[in-house]
Every structure is written in C-alpha cells, then in structure tokens.
C-alpha cells in the first residue's frame, strides 16, 4: 500500500511529517508496568501493556500531528507560527479551525453553545484506487484533552486538497499546551469493496478447534501473542 502525502512547497521543510502510528506510542504506555498486583485476584496480574490488541490497535496505520504549538487557556485557542508567503494562496495558515454549534445539533457531539474544532490539514494524502481513508481520534488515547470525530474519506479521489479532522473539546477546564506534534487522527485504508456477511453454526470441526484453543488459553498467557499475532512493522 503506497500512500503519498503532498504540501506546500513552501512547508515542506517547516511540517511535522506524518508517521507511522507505531512511532507515536505516548509515554504513558512505555511507562506502564507488564504486570500488577490485584487485590481481587490475590496475585500479580497482566497489564494492558501485554495486551496484544490493545498496543496493536494503537500501532496500526499513521498519525496526522498538531503543525504547531497551540495555547489554550480559558476555552481560548492561540497560536504564534510564523509561515512564509505560501505557492497556493487558498491554503489554510491556521493550525485550527472551528463549527459553529448548529452544525453538531441533534447529535450526541452536541455541548450546548461550544463550537467544536477543526484540526487543518496542511498535506494531502493520497491512496491506490479501491482504497478510503479512515481517520478516527488516536486510539486509546484518552489522555488527549480532545475527541477527534471519525470520519471516512474516499482518498483515491479526494486528494487535491488536505483532509481536516473535526473533533470536539473533552476537557473544558485543560488549561495548557498542545505541543508541536500531538497527534490528532489516527488514519488507515481501508477497502471500499462492500463486505459478504455470512452467519452459519459451527461445524464438528469448528467445535473441536474452538475447544482445543479454549484450552490451551486457560492453561497459560501469551497464546495469541505467540502463535497468531501479526507483529505490526
């Protein structure tokens, strides 16, 4: 799978460049303990952090980051970047965007009379043809004081221009910075094939397999990790 990210001549040496999302695995999950004592199960028990799943799924495809450092104090955004004079005059210049309150009306993301955000794309991203880009809020990451708002996008054909990211404020009373770099969408292709659901009891063999699996995980941790997990690159 090629994915092709374009920008500004002018940035191409000022944007944080997209990165695959195993490279942007926060601190706080290098941090984590393997293991924990539990006073529920009167013994040392597994963290998330030996979770294949969990660390995979926050591995998977690329991030999207924060071009800047963006201030926030009181609900207020700010920002001080110093661009050059950019080659398309319609580019956007600001890190952040914003929705006006009616566009989230009669959904859950509505939150009264608070807007929500735009993260503005500064590259365009192009996939191969078949393929559409999904973009949710990094996954696992409610450390992030936002909650960007999954989208999918047909980026085989929509790639002349850069893909914003909308997301609404989760934490209305964070106070600080969102450094340079934060990322703020985790993207992956995904086929546009439509999928064949098929729903059938399981067979003899099917039972035997499910049982021999169910087993062997009782008997001991680390069985998907060893013999079926796919280890992302």
């Given at each position: ?10 940035l ?49 495809g690329?991030?999207?980051?924060l ?12 920002w ?5 004079e ?36 500064f590259w ?20 992030l004081p ?22 609404v404020?989760a ?5 600080g ?17 439509p ?39």
């Amino acid at each position: 799978m090629n994915i092709t990210f374009r920008c500004d001549p002018a940035l191409i040496d000022l944007l944080p460049r997209p990165v695959p999302a195993s490279a942007a695995l926060p601190e706080w999950l290098k941090q984590m303990v393997p293991r924990a004592p539990s006073s529920v199960h009167q013994r040392s028990i597994r963290t998330l952090k030996q979770c294949p799943p969990f660390v995979d799924a926050m591995a998977h495809g690329f991030m999207v980051l924060l071009p800047c450092d963006v201030t926030v104090h009181d609900g207020q955004f700010s920002w001080d970047w110093l661009l050059p004079e950019l080659t398309v005059p319609s580019h956007p210049r600001a890190p952040l965007s914003f929705h006006v309150p009616e566009q989230l009306l009669g959904s859950p993301l509505a939150h009264g009379a608070r807007s929500a955000i735009k993260f503005n794309s500064f590259w365009t991203i192009a996939l191969e043809p078949g393929w559409a880009l999904m973009a949710v809020h990094p996954v696992n990451r409610d450390d992030l004081p936002f909650r960007t708002v999954t989208g999918l996008v047909d980026a085989d054909h929509f790639n002349d221009v850069g893909i914003n990211f909308p997301a609404v404020w989760a934490d209305p009373a964070f106070n600080g910075v969102l450094p340079r770099g934060t990322p703020v969408a985790q993207c992956y292709p995904v086929p546009r094939e439509p999928l064949a659901l098929v729903c059938e009891p399981m067979s003899d063999a099917d039972l035997h397999r499910s049982d021999a699996l169910a087993a062997q995980i009782m008997a001991g941790p680390g069985v998907y990790r060893r013999e079926y997990r796919r280890k992302p690159r």
